[in-house]
């Protein structure tokens, strides 16, 4: 079933570097991030678990990842700087 | 865990306690009457269950011949005591006692140190003793840093006046109980009664042992001896298959406690949490005349996916109408990720959380958050201004209607 | 005032590098608690949040003073973690691990008495002195600490960690402040039960009446009944009793390690009866305290 309560978005770019993809694997708490040969995945299934701890915006140029609430008013979780 | 008496026993027999002849379990009458056999004389027969009161019902019966014990095994293994059905009965030799003790090991809250206690009047309750033959018993701790020493056992035996030769018998068995205790995580070892033949020997006609929880997993050599499961928990009724799935559910992740389920046989489900917090909300919704499904515990920050499984689970089961999601306030479990797995546990089954969550009272860390969630999905919550005994309240409201 | 710990009170965190300890750290530095080192063995020279982290107490005791350490580590290392504390002549710990064997609690008291030390727990959040310090995962983060717990009168006990801040944020916001909250623990053997922790309530001038949370099992409540007889206490108690359906259950296991009913004297209804002799007032629900504690102090 799909994620009720968050989506994750990755810059198209950004997914391709292989040296922050790998990164926002390890950083983040939950395994939302995964690499499967080479590319870059967002594991639908671990969507859900998300902890809003903000590691993985701060493993990635800022804007580049943004971290989705589907529920409330403020929406988007972005770094700016 | 409480140990089956056969166990015990068996316990009790690998340490050099003495036990009555011949003393075996059976699982079938035939293995009765191959032991009644062995023994070669007249035995007793005693059903193997946890609970108590085994004599009254009739559990144990006496026979002087193999025949008579087959048909003393077949009646035993036959009843169901309090509900529990043997699994097994026990076999041995019996003779012509003289005179009945007891003696035990257990922990003693208030001096936080194992108590070793003794009276020269056994196989009636030892409470009993203490209320109305106070000179009858002694009591000793000992300390758990002190090797344990058997001049310890032997105050404590004198202490109710035996001397002669039955002390140092007596010494020498209550210095094995103690260190049977110590070194296998009992918190109660006893042999009640613990019986003087008419010949002179010692022997245990009946055993309790209770191990604690903690001490199983540096214990499993000894369990493997006795051949008792690890896993195997044993409350005071075998569980049902609703809290054999609570398990399940509770042992899919590592991330805090989503388990402990008990089943009830109520409308109203139960998602609460955490030790203390569940107990007062149980009494809560029973005060309010509300009926639980179920017992349950969360704490310890549980996943996303663990209290949606829970959530299933209990909305899964038979006459259940609508779940209440109730905890005391919380620091460490984290209410948005409580909201995402209810909500997300109705929505998986089809149903809408507004209409089956009847109401939603954890307030605490990341509060914001999770009422953001509960508001998103029309979810009847409240706050740390609700208490916990109210929003019961207004949960079993909401099951009149239901 | 407050008892067991203030504002000056230096201590460390066994097993600081730990995720649950990391938490804990930021909670308590927050909060404004002076955490002088953390241990985890092999991490010397790392930091947590701005405090160092050592391989041995010693490094820290050695260098300064140490007044409480928290013992954060798995159940099979605890016993010797609490013991190096006690060789480092740390005076209060507070253990929260929990599922410790009860034989190898009982060392670790029996050698704290020996020390003249005091052990707070195990399976329990610790200690918290409102504006003063905070020892433990009591209350969680410090914002969310300062809603619930607040400067008073009012000494808590409790043997549930959880229903700790549930009862201060109720005697908050009712305007009873706390003077110190105790989560003493859930096990059946703990370092500190409410009649050991009376005496230093008893002693602290500030301190005007008590509120503890009880459970089936165990003689911890009668142990208090006994005490408060005994040495005609000047401080009015109420109690909270929780499980009160567990009384129909005997050998069920609910709740925390201790909470089970065994025999009479462990029941709901046999404490009641017991505490309520003592003179102890029994809060039928946890709004009810407040009320019963003005009442009891003649403020109502
Ligand atoms: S916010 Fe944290 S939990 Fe969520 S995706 Fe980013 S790193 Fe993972």
Redesign the pocket.
Known sequence: MAALF?D?EVDANIAKDADIAAK?VE????N??AKTNGDLQIVEDNLD?????????N?APAGK?K?KKLYGPKQV?VRKD | MRFYEFESKKLFGMKGIPLPSGSRVAKSAAEAKEIAASIGGPVVLKSQVLSGGRMKAGGVLFADTPDEAVAAAEKILALEINGHAPVGVLVEGRAPIDQEYYVGVTWDGFARQPVMIFSDMGGIDIEEVAEKHPEHIAKRNFSTLAPFSEFMAKELVAAVGVSGGELNKLTQITTRLARTFIEHGLTLAEINPLARLADGTFVCLDGHVDMEDEARDGQKALLAKLEIDPQEKRQARPPTKFEQDGVVVDSADHRGVAGNVVEFDGDLGLVIGAGGGSLTLFDAVRKHGGRPANYCEIGGNPSVSKACNLTKLILSKPGVKKIAVMMNVVSNTRVDIVARGVVKGCVELGFDPAEKIAIFRIPGSWEGDGFQILEHYGVEYCDRSVSMFEAAGRAVAKMKDA | MSILISKDTTFIIQGITGREAVNMTRECLDYGSKIVGGVTPGRAGREIYGVPVYDTVQAITSKTRVDGSIVCVPPAFTRDAVFEALAGGIQIIVIVTERIPRFEVAQMVEMAKAKGARIIGPNCLGVLSPDEAKLGGLGGRAVDAKKAFTKGPIGVMSRSGGMTTEMCNTLTAAGLGQSTAVSIGGDAIIGSTYADLMPLFEADQETKAIVIYCEPGGRMEAELAAYVVEKNSRLPIVAFMAGRFMDEMPGMRFGHAGTIVEGKADTTADKIEGIEAAGISVAERIEDIPGLVKQRLGMS
């Open positions: 968050i994750v926002l950083v983040c708490p939950v939302i991030f678990e998300c902890v809003l701890c903000e590691l993985c915006l493993a990842v971290v979780l």
